[in-house]
């Protein structure tokens, strides 16, 4: 098994270039998919939440958890974020390692897709970091255009994020996604046979 971890700021198009990887082979570990599951009602990340952000943030009528406005409160605040992240982030981090060590003595191509590698537990699982990159104008153009976020929510989210600089300085490939989708899957094919070669040596 070779171990990967795929990150990059939001807007970059780190989950479309996930998807072609998967198209080519690759076995994807969606974190935010998990992330989702470890705040189902019943789960201990999810009384956690609820006891430090009160029950008003679940969905009325429900034990659902509004994840729209949870994410309005933690990314205008970076001490609840913090908060936020110490309650999820172990579970997650707990998970992505079972899912891993299930995966060990394959020879799959695991790619880890995750919004925070760089900084966190993550990084710990994972023999490769690639960073999907692109400028902060063409991502805040990106995600005004195809998420109708407002502008203030599109800075907030970035500024929550780990700084450019930082991923690009602890990536070992970095693929540039300023151009058009097609662009992208080329680069996925040349990434895709880079991998396979790490993994063979």
């Not at 993550?122 to 998420?147: G, H, M, N, W």
Request: aromatic fraction near 4%; hydrophobic fraction near 50%; proline fraction near 3%.
């Amino acid at each position: 098994m070779l171990s990967v971890g795929l990150t990059g700021g939001i807007g970059s198009g780190k989950s479309t270039f996930a998807g072609f990887l998967a198209e080519h082979g690759a076995e994807i570990i969606d974190a935010d998919a998990i992330g989702r599951a470890v705040l189902e009602p019943g789960e201990i990340a999810w009384r956690g939440v609820v006891n430090q952000f009160g029950h008003d943030i679940l969905v009325p009528g429900t034990m659902e958890i509004a994840r729209n406005q949870l994410a309005e409160i933690v990314f205008n605040d970076p001490s609840k974020l913090a908060v936020l992240n110490a309650i999820t982030h172990p579970r997650i981090v707990e998970r992505i390692a079972e899912t891993f060590e299930m995966l060990r003595e394959t020879d799959e191509v695991v790619i880890l897709d995750a919004a925070l590698i760089v900084g966190t537990g993550f990084e710990q699982l994972v023999e490769v970091i690639i960073i999907v990159d692109a400028s902060d104008e063409v991502r805040k153009q990106r995600l005004l255009a195809t998420r109708g976020m407002l502008p203030g929510d599109v800075d907030a989210r970035m500024r929550a994020q780990v700084p450019r600089e930082v991923l690009l300085a602890r990536a070992d490939i970095v693929v540039t996604n300023e151009g058009v989708v097609e662009d992208l899957a080329v680069a996925a094919t040349k990434v895709w046979d880079e991998l396979l070669a790490r993994r063979d040596a």
